[in-house]
């Protein structure tokens, strides 16, 4: 899906959801909570303007009837929970997360406000935020991707291209439940293919200079990108 198609889907979502109170009043101020492990997602970049522009498409004017209020952990993920919690005490009327880390703060967060995730890991069943896909219950709705399947898929092309592949370093969140399915998957393929897995975790960013150094010493023949 395309970054406009998947921003429009989304806004959609918010805007139709019935117990988020979006389409009641037009008069009404709604409260939009963005949450996300990174970067506070901005208007100013490409990603933050797209879903400005899906909210107008729908009437929903910030400034005029509409409030985002932002939060990114910036890269600190143990900040989530704590902004999640100062969404609800806002009284956001949603709340749209980006990756698995912060789906599961907000989830933790409220049993009322309505939760739309994306990047979940591929698996949102797997990563406990829903128990079924046909079934979800609860207040989470959003988008689940293959994520997982595509990175075993990727290691398959990658062995393709490379016929002489041995070994693949694999450097990923491992405080990120979602991303640690992602490696599991891939894990997998490389072993089924009889590639030798190099697996760097990492949780906090002095974890880079021990994974970059492994690597110079154990020089691996390629680094699957997710």
């Given at each position: ?138 207040n989470i709705t959003g988008v689940s991707d293959m994520a997982i399947e595509l ?47 190099q697996a760097l975790g990492v949780r ?23």
């Amino acid at each position: 899906m395309k970054r406009r198609e998947f921003i429009t889907l989304l806004a959609s979502t918010v805007a139709g959801w019935p117990s988020a109170g979006l389409t009641q009043s037009a008069s009404k101020v709604y409260r939009v909570g963005l949450l996300s492990t990174g970067q506070p997602l901005t208007a100013n970049n490409a990603f933050g303007a797209a879903f400005v522009r899906g909210f107008e498409k729908y009437g929903y004017v910030p400034d005029r009837n509409l409030v985002l209020e932002i939060h990114g952990a910036e890269t600190h993920p143990e900040h989530l929970p704590q902004l999640a919690n100062d969404l609800v005490a806002n009284k956001a009327d949603a709340i749209l997360t980006f990756s698995y880390p912060a789906a599961m703060a907000a989830k933790n967060a409220t049993t009322t406000i309505p939760i739309v995730a994306t990047e979940s890991g591929g698996d949102p069943v797997a990563t406990g935020l829903v128990k079924s896909l046909s079934r979800p219950t609860g207040n989470i709705t959003g988008v689940s991707d293959m994520a997982i399947e595509l990175s075993a898929k990727r290691l398959e092309l990658l062995k393709d291209m490379v016929p002489a592949l041995r070994t693949v370093a694999m450097l990923w969140n491992a405080s990120d439940l979602g991303m640690t399915l992602r490696y599991q998957g891939a894990a997998d393929a490389a072993r089924n293919l009889g590639v030798r897995v190099q697996a760097l975790g990492v949780r906090e960013p002095e974890d880079f200079n021990e994974a970059f150094a492994i690597m110079e010493h154990d020089p691996p023949d390629a680094i699957p990108t997710h």
